[in-house]
């Protein structure tokens, strides 16, 4: 290959040509670029204001430990300065997997404890008092065919959503790259979900009772510089993938996207953007204010689209639903 000199500096040697912008970038240059990206995306959607309080949702998997690092890497500055408190946190699905990702504790620990950032490690199952093994075990037994993943997702956010509220957390901020939010757009559309779109976006859950919204610094960063950043900072990769993750729909999309990348290189950013542009849309129209209205599960009364939410759904169609209001109630 020959040699070319970075478009930015103009002076290092370029390791990394961005198809999507032309840009051909030196290490130091590319790390800088994302480090940019990261506190303009808060600056721009004004995700973080005076007096929040942030919970930042570090899993152990990469995205997440970037997240993290480039937090750190920006703390000394606005709108960072003005937060209230910082609490960095990692769910455990106390599943067979999650033992793999919690061998990342230990580093995302000594990174937390270096900066004098709090941390904490919160169980499913202590929050919402059934665990995500449980509930998949039920439902299989009645012979539902359901995606752990699904419900792995589920119970994550709605266990997220429970710590901040306890916390008093004002704000979650999770490591969504411009992939997922692809991903997500395409699985609306095959799911003829529309109503999915009014949760679609840079912030999303704003003005929701009970609901703490949440904020994505990294959405339109592609999981590849994502990957290349952890490798250039030495951040820990994980060894193993999930086991579900091959029957999770959003597999299939990722060859999919990359396939179409490769004739279009900006085909992610117009995705998620064709989403936003719909997100705003439907926040705007009355016609959709009426259809999607967003009411109250009649179980728990989380903020749901339908008469009970996700989280009960399953736990209900699981039969697990008496020992989950006991849970509750304690
Ligand atoms: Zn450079
Ligand atoms: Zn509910």
């Given at each position: 290959?020959?040699?070319?000199?970075?478009?930015?500096?103009?002076?290092?040697?370029?390791?990394?040509?961005?198809?999507?912008?032309?840009?051909?970038?030196?290490?130091?240059?590319?790390?800088?670029?994302?480090e940019?990206?990261?506190?303009?995306?808060?600056?721009?959607?004004?995700?973080?204001?005076?007096?929040?309080?942030?919970?930042?949702?570090?899993?152990?998997?990469?995205?997440?430990?970037?997240?993290?690092?480039?937090?750190?890497?920006?703390?000394?500055?606005?709108p960072?300065?003005?937060?209230?408190?910082?609490?960095?946190?990692?769910?455990?699905?106390?599943?067979?997997?999650?033992?793999?990702?919690?061998?990342?504790?230990?580093?995302?620990?000594?990174?937390?404890?270096?900066?004098?950032?709090?941390?904490?490690?919160?169980?499913?199952?202590?929050?919402?008092?059934?665990?995500?093994?449980?509930?998949?075990?039920?439902?299989?037994?009645?012979?539902?065919?359901?995606?752990?993943?699904?419900?792995?997702?589920?119970?994550?956010r709605?266990?997220?959503?429970?710590?901040?509220?306890?916390?008093?957390?004002?704000?979650?901020?999770?490591?969504?790259?411009?992939?997922?939010?692809?991903?997500?757009?395409?699985?609306?559309?095959?799911?003829?979900?529309?109503?999915?779109?009014?949760?679609?976006?840079?912030?999303?859950?704003?003005?929701?009772?009970?609901?703490?919204?949440?904020?994505?610094?990294?959405?339109?960063?592609?999981?590849?510089?994502?990957?290349?950043?952890?490798?250039?900072?030495?951040?820990?990769m994980?060894?193993?993938?999930?086991?579900?993750?091959?029957?999770?729909p959003?597999?299939?999309?990722?060859?999919?996207?990359?396939?179409?990348?490769?004739?279009?290189?900006?085909?992610?950013?117009?995705?998620?953007?064709?989403?936003?542009?719909?997100?705003?849309?439907?926040?705007?129209?009355?016609?959709?204010?009426?259809?999607?209205?967003?009411?109250?599960?009649?179980?728990?009364?989380?903020?749901?689209?339908?008469?009970?939410c996700?989280?009960?759904?399953?736990?209900?169609?699981?039969?697990?639903?008496?020992?989950?209001?006991?849970?509750?109630?304690?």
């Amino acid at each position: 290959m020959v040699s070319t000199v970075c478009t930015r500096c103009r002076r290092r040697e370029a390791f990394y040509l961005r198809e999507s912008s032309g840009e051909a970038l030196c290490k130091q240059c590319f790390m800088k670029s994302i480090e940019e990206k990261f506190i303009r995306n808060i600056r721009e959607y004004d995700m973080i204001k005076y007096g929040d309080s942030i919970g930042v949702a570090v899993s152990g998997g990469k995205d997440s430990l970037v997240l993290l690092r480039l937090l750190i890497k920006n703390l000394k500055k606005p709108p960072l300065t003005y937060v209230e408190r910082i609490l960095v946190f990692t769910v455990d699905e106390e599943l067979e997997y999650s033992k793999h990702k919690l061998e990342r504790v230990t580093y995302i620990r000594q990174l937390c404890e270096k900066y004098g950032i709090e941390y904490r490690i919160y169980t499913i199952s202590s929050i919402i008092g059934v665990s995500v093994q449980e509930v998949y075990d039920k439902l299989r037994e009645k012979g539902k065919n359901i995606n752990m993943c699904t419900i792995c997702g589920v119970f994550r956010r709605r266990v997220m959503n429970e710590i901040a509220r306890r916390e008093g957390l004002t704000k979650i901020m999770t490591a969504h790259n411009l992939d997922d939010d692809a991903q997500t757009v395409l699985l609306n559309v095959f799911s003829n979900d529309l109503k999915r779109f009014k949760w679609f976006g840079p912030i999303t859950g704003e003005d929701v009772e009970n609901f703490v919204p949440r904020i994505k610094p990294l959405r339109n960063i592609r999981e590849e510089e994502i990957a290349i950043y952890a490798y250039l900072t030495g951040t820990p990769m994980l060894e193993r993938e999930c086991p579900y993750v091959r029957n999770n729909p959003r597999y299939l999309l990722k060859f999919l996207l990359a396939d179409l990348e490769r004739k279009n290189p900006n085909i992610k950013y117009m995705i998620v953007s064709f989403g936003d542009s719909l997100s705003n849309l439907l926040k705007e129209v009355k016609y959709f204010e009426r259809k999607i209205k967003t009411g109250k599960c009649s179980i728990c009364g989380m903020p749901t689209t339908g008469d009970i939410c996700r989280t009960c759904e399953l736990i209900r169609d699981a039969g697990l639903l008496d020992k989950y209001l006991l849970a509750k109630r304690d």
